[in-house]
């Protein structure tokens, strides 16, 4: 086969409307898990959702072979045969390519040393840090083998009022592989429950190490993203809210078929549509079947496409004492009911048989969350992940 480019990691730059924080004099590294084999790599740069242009004043990969504990390169990342990289407001990049090469297992690491003020707008970001993560130092620290920061936080205080760990990066958007082969490419598209990687964090290292260099793990995942509905334009969340993002069926054709259809799509999303309107009060709350007959719609898109999609029921979530409770609970069963009992999908697995609690059947098991009743931990996300390996959909 001719070689060609396959992502190998990529994630969903969330857009905040408003500046998250400040870099200067720091230098930004994410880490990352590579399955692919190739002689070849390039970024895509991002600056989108920024009115500014973004400066980077130089960046650098290398490839950690863990396994033989030798690193491969470093190489310069340039863009345009220039060393500084200025992206454009808006807009996002492919950078030259690195003639590196790259294995399964290996890990890839990426720095940006930011000399100039540069307000952050939009960054990827993750919680489970098992697959990606980042670290960022003071000054020019490019060629160092590890960066510190005591406090993220107050880098980007924002982020910070989330009580979860975080792992924010921007700047870029995707790594890709020049690669003789072809892996298949499987993407996860949901809410936070996919955003925060406890799920996928796990399901990807064990398909990676299951089929090492034949797949790739893509996440599509909106923290509070709903599938029927737009984020709710509420001026007392961080830049009304838009972080939230539009609905998932708005941006099914961009996130998932923009830069080419993947073999395998996983959709799992649904809580935010059976909760979130009763707590943004907001005046019409859907019904679970007309959350279904939008799901149906993008099926039929993955399935016109040539590709595979698999769903996963709704697990109970949390709010005990909301007096809107036991409604949201029935259209949560309804959206359900019509999963379990339609035949468009190539298969679905039953979250809320795996999770819920025997004796409280309206609410996760305790020692599966995070201690807000709704996004799974280490633990619940390995049981989640298993359940969906088990099923043999990717193998």
């Known amino acids: 086969m001719k070689a060609h480019w396959v992502r190998t990691w990529s994630y969903e730059v969330i857009d905040y409307n408003c500046v998250l924080g400040t870099l200067k004099d720091m230098t930004l590294r994410g880490i990352f898990r590579n399955n692919l084999q190739g002689k070849g790599l390039r970024v895509r740069f991002s600056n989108l959702y920024s009115p500014h242009e973004m400066h980077i004043e130089k960046a650098e990969v290398r490839i950690l072979d863990e396994i033989a504990g030798e690193v491969k390169g470093p190489g310069a990342l340039t863009l345009g045969g220039e060393g500084q990289i200025r992206i454009p407001a808006g807009r996002q990049v492919y950078s030259d390519p690195v003639d590196l090469e790259v294995a399964p297992g ?19 970001m993750n919680s489970s840090g098992k697959v990606w993560y980042t670290e960022l130092g003071d000054g020019d620290q490019i060629g160092k083998e590890h960066l510190t920061l005591n406090d993220r936080n107050a880098l980007f205080p924002v982020l910070g009022e989330d009580p979860n760990q975080n792992y924010a990066l921007t700047g870029i958007a995707d790594i890709e592989i020049l690669t003789d082969r072809d ?11 996919t955003h925060m990687s406890y799920v996928s964090d796990p399901l990807t290292l064990l398909l990676y190490r299951s089929r090492p260099g034949e797949i790739s793990v893509i996440n599509r995942g909106i923290s509070g993203n709903r599938f029927s509905r737009d984020y709710p334009n509420d001026p007392t969340l961080a830049g009304n809210g838009k972080f939230l993002g539009i609905a998932g069926k708005n941006r099914f054709d961009r996130d998932v078929f923009q830069d080419g259809c993947p073999d395998y799509v996983f959709l799992m999303e649904g809580v935010n549509d059976v909760a979130a309107s009763f707590i943004f009060k907001e005046a019409a709350v859907p019904t679970g079947e007309e959350i279904w007959k939008d799901m149906e719609e993008v099926i039929q898109k993955v399935h016109d496409h040539g590709a595979k999609i698999y769903l996963a029921t709704v697990a109970p979530f949390g709010f005990p004492d909301a007096d809107w409770k036991p409604e949201a609970e029935q259209i949560r069963a309804e959206l359900n009911a019509c999963i379990r009992t339609q035949n468009l999908a190539d298969g679905i697995i039953d979250f809320d048989a795996l999770m819920r609690d025997e004796k409280s059947p309206h609410f996760l098991k305790g020692n599966l969350h995070l201690g807000d009743w709704i996004h799974p931990n280490t633990r619940g996300g390995r049981m989640m992940a298993r359940a969906i390996w088990d099923k043999g959909w990717f193998s």
Do not use: M, N, Q
């Open 106 to 124: 290996d890990v890839i690491e990426i720095s940006f040393y930011f000399k100039e003020v540069t307000k952050v707008r939009a960054v990827c």
């Open 183 to 193: 892996p298949r490419t499987l993407l996860l598209f949901g809410d936070s429950i």
